[in-house]
């Protein structure tokens, strides 16, 4: 099959479209025919070698944290999927390619409403945003500040937030374009993180309460803003680290004295179990509000497969609001 390798060189990874072998299905397993894929930060920082794949080292190093195509070939132990079945789900890597193979536990059967580009861009942030929100246990009727909306995650975010009954959803972009786009998804307040300090508005939006959670993918930049933000008794979800991973002269006085809970989160690294467990709660959730359309799975750009390396190219300029699509 032909697939997107990692090449590692002196002046760092690179993305090489080559021939490899098929992968192994065991009895447990689908083989897929990739139809489309999606990029994640994820595999930008594993091409620059900061975020290797858990486990053992596989012999070609294939990025790829989801996949959307047609069953190929079910394991003798499968149950509930053939052949043909359109299946779409989360992968630890290896979604870069013409084929993947997946445990079956981790497969979901792709709604008839969602075209290919759509199921690709699907499970990685639409099962990592709800999966952060229900760790912070998000309640009917309260307010979250979500960074990042015009990111996979911050779409996901958005809309899942106020399927769950969030009163109120404010979010950070760069650009108004973004948080106008963020907007006709359900965001109630936009907040330009080049112009404006969001603790601040925050603080204006909610009354001087502040928010009850903070679905954050920035970081280290944002801690004390984002502490600041929190009412008392808030509960905050790393995602992720785009900013970096240490702080310099943080203070912890708010942790105590707003009695706050801050907690990270990550999909990849969880075992099958777990991830299995995420996967479940959200086809239960989130997928029937995304086969009724009522929450929209937003496909900013489709690159082929071979140009992979544009597409991360643009992911890295963030420009992009919603998700880069791969199709083989």
């Known amino acids: 099959m032909k697939a997107i390798v990692i090449e590692k060189s002196d002046a760092g990874g690179s993305l090489v479209y080559r021939d490899v072998p098929d992968p192994i299905v065991g009895p447990d397993d689908l083989l897929v025919a990739v ?8 595999d930008v920082l594993q091409r620059m070698g900061g975020y290797p794949q858990p486990g053992p080292r596989p012999e070609f190093e294939i990025p790829g944290l989801e996949y959307a195509g047609e069953v ?64 912070c246990n998000l309640q009917a009727g309260e307010r979250v500040l979500i960074h990042a909306v015009g990111s996979g995650v911050g779409v996901a975010g958005v809309q899942i937030a106020k399927a769950m009954g969030a009163s109120q959803v404010i979010g950070t972009a760069g650009s108004a374009e973004k948080l106008a786009s963020a907007a006709e998804l359900g965001l109630d307040v936009g907040v330009n993180y080049h ?25 280290a930049a944002y801690w004390e803003q984002n502490l600041r933000a929190l009412a008392r008794q808030g509960r905050m979800v ?31 690294a969880r075992p099958l179990e777990q991830k299995a467990a995420a996967t479940r709660a959200f086809e239960k959730s989130v997928l029937p509000h995304i086969a009724s359309g009522r929450i929209k799975v937003v496909v900013d750009s489709v690159y082929p497969l071979a140009e992979a390396a544009a597409a991360q190219a643009y992911m890295e300029a963030n420009a ?7 199709e083989p």
Request: hydrophobic fraction near 45%.
């Open 35 to 42: 139809r489309a894929c999606a990029l994640n930060r994820a």
């Open 72 to 135: 190929v070939e079910a394991g003798a132990r499968v149950e509930g999927f053939a052949p043909g079945d359109r299946v779409m789900g989360l992968v630890p890597g290896g979604g870069y390619a013409e084929l993947v193979s997946v445990p079956q536990r981790l497969a979901l059967k792709v709604p008839d409403s969602l075209s290919w580009q759509e199921a690709g861009a699907t499970p990685e942030v639409y099962i990592t945003a709800h999966d952060a929100l229900l760790q």
């Open 195 to 219: 112009e404006q300090d969001f603790a601040e508005v925050v603080r204006d939006a909610t009354g001087g309460s502040g928010v009850d959670v903070v679905l954050d993918v920035i970081g």
């Open 238 to 268: 790393e995602v992720g680290l785009m900013s970096g991973a240490d702080l310099e002269n943080a203070s912890l006085g708010p942790l105590l004295m707003k009695r706050l809970q801050v907690r990270g989160t990550t999909l990849r």
């Open 320 to 326: 992009n609001f919603g998700k880069i699509v791969l």
